[in-house]
């Protein structure tokens, strides 16, 4: 199949991604490497060129004015006339069967209305809350889960800069999420917040994605190690502060254990508590920040840790990181929130704790330092199970039926 990807970003062409990029990647190669054409449109790369990646850079205005100032533009008016003529112009060169949009957002809705204008279906993969809330986690600010969506109560959640443009944020969301022929989730339950949101049900389907390649390859080494691993944003969503205010009553149990910190990214105000907190409970040898990694120096990483902590604050639809420890077989502490207990069965596959109680993750790590046997144990059953669910072979045929339906539904609407 003729297949072209969308991202504003991705790994070896630019120095800006994350787990969604990496998700772009994983499905791209999973689709290549059975014989499909993935074309990819990007961003004008910032960070060299990926060996064997058929890319097609599109400019936008913040090759004009900056990412900072496209940034306020495109929560303001989601829609770049300079990413539109680009996208058009190679999407009538490439003539893909399927446009596959992926983390899309500085590249705004303008490459769907290129695709919809030459009447290529259009299917879109969310692995966030992006389409549903402009913090992208459904947490309003007394940190419960919102149910409202997009609309003027926004305003209280945003910073003062961003109040103003996000008054017409559900206009555009509601005129555009409609246009496209088929939505990948991740999760039935973001599956389930779409449908209420709106968004037909028909056209909402559910897929995992794929595993991190050479998972055969990967082996664990001194797995007996008191280390504890955490990835993600330095930002409280992702929950490190839960990890800090744990650490003083897991050293009071295991005296010689640490943390190494891997920041995907990180928010200066975010980070900046994070180390002052580390120096008020004197745990500054406890912790060690190892900046942005790549993807095989955090399989090094995880094939070397003791233990993952995973203390989300959001419900999460897929975690990526938790699912790729639970692949090399690492024990798993992580938050009873939103899709993860389905992934985590308390006891069995892992350990869950309230997202806000410090006391119970602490429990939770301390239980597999001092029992390592039943630690193992869980580690062997998350491998089994995740490998089940994230089989290649499935996961490829259920996204080329996504595809199909997609071709169908579009025939139908015109």
Same mark, same amino acid.
């Given at each position: 199949?003729?297949?072209?990807f969308?991202?504003?970003?991705?790994?070896?062409?630019?120095?800006n991604?994350?787990?969604?990029?990496?998700?772009c990647?994983?499905?791209r190669?999973?689709?290549?490497?059975?014989?499909?054409?993935v074309?990819?449109?990007?961003s004008?790369?910032?960070?060299?060129?990926a060996?064997?990646t058929?890319?097609?850079?599109?400019?936008?205005?913040a090759?004009?004015i900056?990412r900072?100032?496209?940034m306020?533009?495109?929560?303001?008016?989601p829609f770049d006339?300079?990413?539109y003529?680009?996208?058009a112009?190679?999407l009538d060169?490439?003539r893909?069967?399927v446009?596959h +949009? $992926?983390?899309?957002? %500085?590249?705004?809705?303008?490459?769907l #209305?290129a695709?919809?204008?030459? =009447?290529?279906? /259009? &299917?879109?993969?969310?692995?966030?809350?992006w389409?549903?809330?402009?913090?992208s986690n459904l947490l309003?600010?007394?940190?419960?889960v919102?149910t409202?969506?997009?609309?003027?109560r926004c305003?209280l959640?945003v910073?003062?800069?961003?109040?103003p443009l996000?008054?017409f944020?559900?206009w555009?969301?509601?005129?555009?999420?409609p246009?496209m022929d088929?939505?990948?989730?991740l999760?039935h339950?973001?599956?389930h917040h779409?449908?209420r949101f709106?968004?037909p049900?028909?056209?909402?389907r559910v897929c995992p994605?794929?595993?991190f390649?050479g998972?055969d390859?990967?082996s664990?080494?001194?797995?007996?190690s008191?280390t504890?691993l955490?990835?993600g944003?330095?930002?409280?969503p992702?929950? +490190? $502060?839960?990890?800090? %205010?744990?650490?003083?009553?897991v050293l #009071?149990h295991v005296?010689?254990? =640490?943390?190494? /910190? &891997?920041e995907?990214?990180?928010?200066?105000?975010?980070?900046?508590?994070?180390?002052?907190?580390?120096?008020?409970?004197?745990?500054e040898?406890?912790?060690?920040?190892?900046?942005?990694?790549?993807?095989?120096?955090?399989?090094?990483?995880?094939?070397?840790?003791?233990?993952?902590a995973?203390p989300?604050q959001w419900?999460i639809a897929?975690?990526?990181?938790c699912?790729?420890?639970?692949a090399?077989g690492v024990p798993?502490?992580a938050?009873?929130i939103?899709d993860?207990p389905w992934?985590?069965r308390d006891?069995?596959?892992?350990?869950?704790?309230?997202?806000?109680?410090p006391?119970e993750?602490a429990?939770c790590?301390v239980?597999?330092f001092q029992e390592p046997?039943?630690?193992r144990?869980?580690g062997?059953?998350?491998? %089994?199970f995740?490998?089940?669910?994230c089989d290649?072979?499935?996961i490829a045929s259920r996204?080329?039926?996504c595809y199909?339906?997609?071709?169908?539904?579009?025939?139908?609407s015109?």
């Open positions: 199949m003729d297949v072209c969308a991202s504003t970003f991705y790994p070896g062409l630019h120095r991604w994350g787990g969604a990029e990496v998700a990647q994983r499905l190669n999973l689709l290549v490497a059975r014989g499909h054409r074309a990819l449109l990007t004008v790369p910032d960070n060299g060129h060996s064997g058929d890319f097609h850079p599109l400019r936008t205005w090759d004009f900056g900072r100032g496209a306020a533009l495109d929560e303001a008016v006339p300079w990413a003529r680009s996208a112009r190679l060169e490439l893909p069967e446009l +949009l $992926h983390s899309f957002k %500085e590249l705004t809705f303008s490459v #209305a695709a919809r204008s030459r =009447k290529i279906p /259009v &299917v879109f993969s969310l692995y966030d809350l389409a549903l809330c402009p913090q309003h600010r007394r940190g419960g919102c409202r969506y997009m609309g003027l305003i959640c910073v003062p800069p961003r109040k996000v008054l944020r559900r555009f969301f509601s005129r555009f999420l246009l088929g939505l990948i989730v999760s339950s973001v599956r779409l449908v709106g968004v049900g028909e056209k909402v994605l794929p595993l390649e998972l390859q990967l664990r080494e001194n797995s007996a008191h504890i955490f990835v944003w330095m930002i409280r992702k929950g +490190l $502060h839960v990890l800090i %205010e744990a650490m003083p009553r #009071a005296p010689d254990a =640490k943390v190494w /910190v &891997v995907t990214g990180a928010k200066a105000q975010h980070k900046a508590e994070f180390l002052r907190r580390i120096r008020e409970l004197r745990l040898g406890r912790f060690e920040f190892l900046g942005k990694r790549s993807q095989d120096e955090i399989r090094r990483l995880l094939s070397r840790a003791g233990a993952v995973v989300e419900p897929w975690p990526t990181f699912t790729e420890a639970m090399c798993v502490a938050s009873r939103g993860i992934f985590i006891g069995e596959t892992g350990r869950l704790f309230d997202p806000h109680s006391e993750l429990e790590l239980s597999f046997e039943a630690a144990a869980m062997r059953r998350a491998r %089994e995740i490998l089940g669910v290649p072979d499935g996204l080329i039926e199909r339906e997609a071709q169908d539904g579009a025939r139908e015109e």
